[in-house]
């Protein structure tokens, strides 16, 4: 934080409170860039809060002011903002999160306007047209993802590597999964990527994630945008344009750590596993590598 950086209540979720129009000392003429965070005590799993920060510094180290508004179950979504982000629960919380987003309306309205949205894991499902939530139940989502989930018969857990689909202009996605869903794309929904090592949407044809529009879906966490900057900046270009580049040695070096030493490992974990459960005459665990996911970085 520089000398010039506003100063807020602190806040789990590093965001400046709702109900302020502008940070202080936003520079004048330029409205402030608003990331609408949902629910993140609610859907908040493995450092999803993250992903609002990431996004608040990485435009700000642009020039560019920020409002990260912070929505409480109960509290209105609001409907004029640029950025949305929703993270990973479980199915008590995504079924409530899901029904209370319903209700209200205000992301189905933003998402009309063209407001660029993320859900991860239990929040990407939400977007899609229906989940199993409480109990196994069929559960109806918000629809702005063409996505129905089912459920995997083993969870997958572990790192993840996914080779971007070309027409979304990413470079190679990283994370960390977690989840028990099966998630399959309708012909509305491309795919954010195809996986090399994990499991990603476990549909049968490799695929990551989903992207409609500027409704985007991933199982990604880490949080995801920390470990893929250029996916950061894809959703910030929706709302600003073109951006400046940024000095990104240090993700650089963690990414190049993580693709040249970790997600190996992980691989190689993954086919011991299938190897051993063959002789064994079982079926492989599914997990993608997650005892290989600790390193340290050189």
């Known amino acids: 934080m520089s000398p010039s950086d506003p100063v807020v209540p602190e806040d789990v979720s590093g965001a400046v409170p709702a109900g302020r129009s502008e940070p202080p000392g936003t520079p004048s003429g330029r409205d402030p860039l608003r990331i609408v965070h949902i629910y993140p005590h609610l859907l908040g799993t493995y450092g999803d809060a993250g992903n609002a920060l990431v996004l608040g510094q990485r ?9 990260i508004i912070t929505v409480q179950p109960g509290e209105p979504v609001p409907a004029q903002g640029d950025i949305y982000l929703l993270g990973g629960g479980e199915d008590a919380k995504q079924t409530a999160a899901a029904h209370e987003l319903r209700e209200d309306g ?15 894991c239990a929040g990407y499902q939400l977007l899609g047209e229906t989940f199993l939530g409480v109990g196994g139940a069929v559960t109806p989502g918000l629809g702005l993802l063409d996505v129905r989930t089912g459920r995997l018969e083993q969870r997958a857990v572990g790192n993840i590597l996914a080779r971007p689909a070309a027409d979304t202009w990413l470079p190679d996605l990283i994370g960390f999964e977690n989840h028990g869903g099966a998630t399959t794309l309708g012909p509305g929904a ?5 996986v090399t090592v994990g499991v990603g949407n476990g549909d049968g044809r490799e695929t990551e ?6 409704v985007f879906g991933t199982y990604l966490h880490g949080p995801a945008l920390a470990l893929n900057p250029a996916f950061a900046d894809r959703l910030l270009a929706t709302a600003v344009g073109d951006l400046a580049p940024l000095d990104d ?3 650089d070096r963690l990414r190049h750590h993580r693709l040249t030493e970790v997600l190996p490992a992980s691989a190689r974990a993954g086919r011991v596993d299938r190897i051993t459960a063959l002789l064994r005459g079982r079926k492989p665990t599914g997990a993608s590598g997650a005892t290989a996911s600790l390193s340290e970085v050189p």
């Open 59 to 67: 435009a700000r180290s642009r020039g560019i002011p920020v409002e």
């Open 106 to 120: 205000g992301i189905l309205v933003a998402a009309r306007r063209g407001a660029a949205i993320l859900g991860i």
């Open 249 to 251: 040695l240090l993700s």
């Open 209 to 214: 994630g989903a992207v409609q529009g500027v």
């Open 190 to 194: 491309g795919a954010l990527g195809y």
